[in-house]
Antibody
Framework: QLQLQESGPGLVKPSETLSLICAVS??????????WGWIRQPPGTGLEWIGT???????YYNPSLKSRLTISVDTSKNQVSLKLSSVTAADTAVYYC???????????WGQGTLVTVSS | QAVVTQEPSLTVSPGGTVTLTCGSS?????????PYWYQQKPGQAPRTLIY???NKHSWTPARFSGSLLGGKAALTLSGAQSEDEAEYYC?????????FGGGTKVTVL
């Protein structure tokens, strides 16, 4: 059974880099035909698609975040990572890891992790 | 970036039918937007109900169905139950990038 577990600092200072890891179990990133990615949800608001990565390293990013965003895979650890630089309070959100059927369709979701940007 | 629109809120009677729609600022929604539909209840992660316009997961109740309707993607709930009260989001694909709609709050009353 697929499990996606997000982890990382719950508090990040403004202007710093937000870094999260998604540990995948129940599927192998290296042999999977799925994409892997991230979605976020600011408190009390809707969902925002962040981006995805394939096991080849090929990526698709939200254009509004692209300049600050890096999503990558570590197939040896079966993990997906998210790095978002120069964060502000507007980046405060619950961040979800998700397996995607294609480059843009999240299909199986992790439970999410809250990241707060504050000094 | 495209804007995806949904009704902010809808109310349905128990046992009734309601249709949620998902429109695109770029024009007609087609199967090439690979529409997805998600259900989210308070304090929970979203759950995928429909993928690629009309496909269901094993956990998707039979009362939910997806389609294309009047130039939009649509999610129809037939025979609403109290447990269906939730926020529903659609997602459309634009050249590999996903865009969520703002969500529709469905009340069963």
């Amino acid at each position: 059974q697929l499990q996606l577990q997000e982890s990382g600092p719950g508090l990040v200072k403004p202007s710093e880099t937000l870094s999260l890891i998604c540990a995948v179990s129940g599927d192998s990133i290296s042999s999977s035909n799925y994409y892997w990615g991230w979605i976020r949800q600011p408190p009390g608001t809707g969902l925002e698609w962040i981006g995805t990565v394939y096991n080849t390293g090929s990526t698709y990013y939200n254009p509004s975040l692209k300049s600050r965003l890096t999503i990558s895979v570590d197939t040896s650890k079966n993990q997906v990572s998210l790095k978002l630089s120069s964060v502000t309070a507007a980046d405060t959100a619950v961040y979800y890891c998700a397996r995607h059927r294609g480059p843009s369709g999240p299909d199986s979701w992790g439970q999410g992790t809250l990241v707060t940007v504050s000094s | 970036q495209a804007v995806v629109t949904q009704e902010p809120s809808l109310t349905v009677s128990p046992g009734g039918t309601v249709t949620l729609t998902c429109g695109s600022s770029t024009g007609t929604v087609t199967s090439h937007h690979y529409p997805y539909w998600y259900q989210q209840k308070p304090g929970q992660a979203p759950r995928t109900l429909i993928y690629d316009t009309f496909n269901k997961h094993s956990w998707t109740p039979a009362r939910f169905s997806g389609s294309l309707l009047g130039g939009k993607a649509a999610l129809t709930l037939s025979g609403a139950q109290s447990e269906d009260e939730a926020e529903y989001y659609c997602l459309l694909s634009y050249s590999g990038a996903g865009v969520f709609g703002g969500g529709t709050k469905v009340t069963v009353l």
